[in-house]
């Protein structure tokens, strides 16, 4: 695909999916939607107020009434009709993720392949309603437990996964007898939009999945209506804490992941020649905008100065572009705004005494100058107190730290505020287990770069990067959070 053929696209209006329909959005504010590649506004979309949301609300308890009473063999019917529609359109739906955020063609394909994943997981609904029953637990009397679904969630998405976030949820709500009311990211509604023609081919009734354009305002009305038993949220931590605090304060239920920052420590004894690859991939993939980014690199005396000069050797080679062209290792950042805060932490850190080994501020896209581009930047000497390693920088950042063993690596670690992943690369099973035991955080990678739980494990989290008890994705969590429980003393 010629990014030339995209320069000539118009500014599309984004509508919203209510009743099973594309509608327009008569709202405000209106959101800005670009292609950050060019630096350009490819669609426009607005704000749905408490009218809109509160009729989609509506619109969805009422096909909460069929739906939750369809058997749940034809729900996982239509899931798997959806699973092969995103399967056969996937090139297509990754072409908008790209074009709309900006990653690389691969990096959306590879997250739409982990939305369709998590499809694949929810046709388990079969099972993960199931109850459970003792006859006698006293003589002549049965229990039972009865698995229900509960009625309406909010999903509330991020704009670095514009569909596999959304698919943490809504297809496990979905399965097991409930109706969503979405809301996209108003940096990214563009996937969204294009997967709800997916959702009408597949046979979703009308209500059962609506799309609301927006951003804070729409967030406020879903918090304000009191007919939504529960939100799915993923973002920043200032608005996770938001969300958790108003769904709870209001006895609804509420999931919420947050933001992160991330260390990868490389031990003496890790295989160079796999780490560097890795730690390329978790460091600067999706431009560093991922929960799961390595931000802080973490080295012991013996290997700081082999592995701090082979990692700014290979991240040097990286060419920035348009995620669509062939010749693209590494797309833009997303927003302008956002690239000038992400420099912002650049110049701080050059401030507080990190030594910069690499400026990612020198690379530009040479075919594209007016993208948010900004190349990979390595700080050496970083230490604990420093903004570059205390605060989630979410762009292409990297602060190298020295610890003098394991176990100060460890400690240095806890010390952030954030618990979203954490990595150690070994070739000892001792310190691959003192490290998962010892370091606070959801998600663990043992010489893996970026450890994204596949769609059948929960996607953890600890301290500030996650609020609520029962996490995003399958595994058990899911069944829990979706459905609530009925226990059934009978004597006949
Ligand atoms: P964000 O918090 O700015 O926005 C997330 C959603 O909340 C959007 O839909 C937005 O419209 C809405 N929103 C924003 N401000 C709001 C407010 N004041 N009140 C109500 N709603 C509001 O996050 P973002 O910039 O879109 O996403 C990046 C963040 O998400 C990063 O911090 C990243 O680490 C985090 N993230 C976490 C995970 C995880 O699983 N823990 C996964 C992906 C992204």
Redesign the pocket.
């Known amino acids: 695909m010629k990014s030339g053929m995209h320069e000539k696209e118009k500014v599309e209006t984004v509508r919203n999916y209510l009743e099973g329909k594309l509608q327009d959005i008569e709202g405000e504010p209106i959101y800005d939607v670009y292609n950050p590649a060019f630096g350009k506004v490819v669609a426009r979309t607005a704000g749905s107020g408490p009218g809109v949301v509160d009729a989609a609300v509506d619109n969805a308890r009422e096909a909460f009434r069929s739906w939750s009473s369809v058997p749940v063999t034809d729900r996982v019917k239509i899931l798997f009709r959806l699973e092969s529609l995103m399967r056969e359109n996937g090139d297509e739906i990754a072409r908008i993720v790209t074009t709309e955020h900006g990653k690389t063609f691969d990096e959306s394909y590879g997250e739409v392949m982990r939305a369709v994943e998590n499809v694949e997981s929810a046709t388990a609904a079969t099972y993960h309603i199931m109850g459970r029953n003792n006859s006698d637990i006293a003589r002549g009397i049965d229990e039972e437990l009865i698995r229900e679904p509960i009625g309406v969630f909010a999903v ?6 514009p569909v596999m ?1 959304p698919f943490w949820f809504i297809p496990y709500a979905i399965g097991l007898g409930n109706t969503v009311v979405v ?5 990214v509604p563009l996937t969204m939009q294009y997967v709800s023609s997916l959702f009408e081919k597949a046979g979703i009734p009308p209500g059962v999945v609506s799309i609301v354009n927006g ?2 305002e729409t ?2 009305a879903l918090l304000s209506n009191r007919h939504i038993s529960g939100y799915s ?8 804490e ?2 958790h605090r108003r769904g709870t304060e209001t006895h609804r239920r509420v999931q919420a ?4 920052k991330n260390y990868e420590l490389v031990m003496p004894d890790a295989d160079l020649k796999s780490v560097i690859p890795s730690l390329i991939s978790s460091f600067f993939g999706n431009a560093g905008e991922r ?1 799961l980014a390595g931000s802080v690199l973490v080295t012991l005396p013996e290997n700081h100065e082999k592995v701090v000069n082979a990692f700014a050797e290979a991240a040097s080679k990286l060419r920035l572009g348009f995620g669509l062209d062939a010749d693209t290792d590494m797309g833009p950042l997303i927003r302008e705004d956002h690239l000038k805060r992400v420099e912002s932490y650049i110049d701080k850190g050059v401030e507080e005494g990190a030594s910069m080994i690499l400026d990612g501020r020198k690379k530009r896209s040479t075919k594209h100058p007016e993208g948010y581009f900004l190349g990979p930047t390595i700080f050496d000497s970083a230490t604990g107190d420093m903004k570059i390693v205390t605060d ?1 920088i ?1 762009g292409p950042v990297a602060s190298v730290m020295e610890a003098e063993n394991l176990d100060s690596a460890i400690e240095a670690i806890n010390r952030s505020r954030y618990g ?1 992943s954490a990595t150690i690369f070994t070739s000892s099973g001792r310190s691959a287990r003192e490290f998962v035991h010892g370091v606070e955080a959801g998600n663990f990678g043992v010489n893996v770069g970026v450890a994204a739980p596949i769609s059948f494990y929960p ?1 953890g ?1 600890y301290k500030d ?2 609020f609520g008890d029962l996490h ?1 994705q399958g595994g058990d969590d899911h069944v829990m959070f979706f459905t609530e429980r009925k226990v059934v003393v009978s004597r006949w």
């Open positions: 509330i998405a991020p704009f670095n996964f976030v809301k996209p990211s108003e940096k951003g804070q967030v406020e949220f993923v973002g920043s931590t200032r608005t996770a938001i969300i992941g947050a933001s992160a929960c989630e979410f979203n996607f989290g990067s996650f995003a």
